[in-house]
């Protein structure tokens, strides 16, 4: 059992040490950005400008969903009722 342990309590001693804060990284971040921001660095800008202009897909005609599910498996068919008895008594 103590042989067990070793390499457990071993590799659970690193993860604590090299955990990061969501408040330190967003100190470091805000360091970065400084430091661009002294330097002039820009940060890239990305809109829809690089992408290309397509023209949009024609709608499908309404039957196509007819002729899509047409083979399809027709849905099972509802269980047979015991004889005797309505669609009420069965609920």
Do not use: C, W, Y
């Not at 071993?10 to 971040?29: F, I, T």
């Not at 039957?63 to 068919?77: G, L």
């Not at 015991?82 to 009420?88: I, V």
Request: hydrophobic letters at 35%; zero cysteines.
């Amino acid at each position: 059992m103590r042989l067990l342990s070793l390499p457990l309590v071993l590799a659970l001693l690193p993860a604590p040490a090299s955990a990061q804060s969501l408040g330190a990284a967003a100190r470091k971040e805000e360091e970065r950005r400084q430091k661009n921001k002294e330097k002039g660095v820009k940060a890239p800008l990305f809109d829809d400008s690089r992408i290309p202009k397509k023209e949009p897909a024609p709608a499908a005609s309404p039957d196509a969903h007819a002729r899509s599910r047409a083979h399809r498996t027709p849905r099972r068919r509802p269980r047979a009722r015991p004889s005797g008895l309505s669609a009420a008594q069965t609920g």
